[in-house]
């Protein structure tokens, strides 16, 4: 069972990459639904959170946009990732809470340099995932997804090709990871699980 694999994985080596991840209608519609937004429905995506937010074309160039359940075809996403959170829960008992997802569009060219989605004590991402939504993507085609075992390693454990229907999972504090430059447009669904940080009245995440 898909659910169990993944687990395992996350328990033993902390990411798992599993083509055909998800049920084929559900990747098809969603690969549909992101050819038929708009330019405008797009925003440049920024580095930081909050007050530390900016926007930076010498560290990455993609355009995103939020996903919400209030869309039927976004919802049938999440409702699928909500599955997988609940499942991961039962299994590994991580508390995760909630999950935020947005498209992510890299135009030819684009990149983003290595990074860490999260850091130790300073955010409630505790589990990032990647879906690819790239028919016929070529090794030629650039836009591979490096990750690294730590922020010292200089050589990448794995290099994902960013192929369609392929789903990437890992602890969003421990492995840094980059996008290579991309020859041809580039989509995925990016989402990262939070932890409830929950304090004093104040609601985090935000609901």
Known sequence: MLLDRIADDLAT?????????????????MYQYMQDLEQEDFRRAGIGRDQEHQL???????????????????????AWMEELRIGINRRLMMGLFDYECHFSRYPQGA????HLDAFQGRTNRVLSTVYYLNPDWQPGNGGELLIYADEA????IERVQPCYGTLVVFLSDRFPHEVLPA???RLSLAGWYRVNNSLGGIVDPPR
């Open 153 to 156: 390693a200089q050589t990448p």
């Open 183 to 185: 020859q041809r447009e």
């Open 13 to 29: 080596t902390g990411y798992c990459i599993y083509p055909q991840a998800l049920p084929g209608w559900l990747t098809d519609r």
């Open 111 to 114: 990149f983003y340099r290595r």
């Open 56 to 78: 930076n074309r010498q560290v990455r160039g993609d355009q995103i946009r939020w996903l919400s359940a209030s869309r039927p075809e976004e919802s049938a996403y999440l």
